[in-house]
């Protein structure tokens, strides 16, 4: 399969733990972006990266928020003392951004955290 | 600070009734517009977008939406639904360099059989 994978798909934690995320884009895919997505909303935007950088961040993000792209490949989103206000699903998603292409962006399936 | 709203929360229908779901967005520079789908228990997948050209454009599953720059909308069509076009129905709005992607809220469509 070469989509968006996204691991873990769901997590429970309990409030005040940290918890770690990881999205595999699209190989060839340079852009990678991160959504939070709650009942009944569309996806808010979080961050994204282009390659390794990371180009733009979301009020979102709070400081408790980090999300990394080292290698210009996968990427981690990292959420420290969690809360229960962070319980929602958090989608990956990646594009091939070039000025002569469209930004269509491709999803991952999700992880869907809980905090307890 | 761009804006995408989606005129109906829950849109109810039967099978074979037509289908139209609206989308207007607020930017002031040129835009690329985008239908994703999300059926039950599946992530988000692209339905159609508009990027340039024919302001009529086409996806998958007999779907089409037109651009109306005038109106800062983007409407999604289908002549006739199916049970299977059950699922929520989310527009977006992105710049010209991909930045600044906006979700509008969603539009959940119930088909019944």
């Known amino acids: 399969d070469t989509g968006v994978s996204q691991d873990p798909r769901h997590k429970i934690t309990k409030r005040g733990q940290n918890v770690t995320f990881r999205c595999d884009p699209i190989s060839e895919h340079n852009r990678l972006y991160w959504y939070r997505q709650t009942l009944g909303q569309g996806p808010e935007f979080l961050t994204y990266?282009?390659?390794?950088?990371?180009?733009?961040k979301s009020r979102l993000l709070s400081d408790r928020f980090s999300a990394e792209r080292p290698k210009g490949s996968f990427s981690t989103l990292e959420i420290q003392r969690t809360e229960q206000g962070d319980s929602a699903m958090y989608l990956c998603a990646s594009s091939l951004y070039g000025l002569a292409l469209n930004n269509e962006q491709f999803f991952g399936p999700g992880t869907r955290l809980t905090v307890l | 600070a761009q804006s995408v709203s989606q005129h109906n929360h829950h849109v109810i229908l039967s099978e074979a009734a037509s289908l139209e779901l609206g989308c207007n967005y607020s930017?002031?520079?040129?835009?690329?517009l985008f239908w994703y789908v999300q059926y039950p228990g599946q992530h988000l997948q692209l339905l159609l977008k508009?990027?340039?050209?024919?302001?009529l454009v086409k996806g998958i599953k007999g779907f089409e939406a037109e651009f109306i720059k005038s109106k800062f909308s983007f409407n999604l069509r289908k002549p006739s639904v199916q049970w299977s076009d059950t699922a929520e129905y989310f527009c977006?709005?992105?710049?010209?360099?991909?930045?600044?992607?906006?979700f509008g809220p969603g539009t959940r469509l119930s088909v019944l059989p």
């Open positions: 990266f282009q390659n390794e950088a990371q180009l733009e």
């Open positions: 930017y002031g520079g040129t835009v690329n």
């Open positions: 977006a709005v992105t710049d010209n360099y991909g930045q600044n992607f906006v």
């Open positions: 508009y990027f340039s050209g024919d302001p």
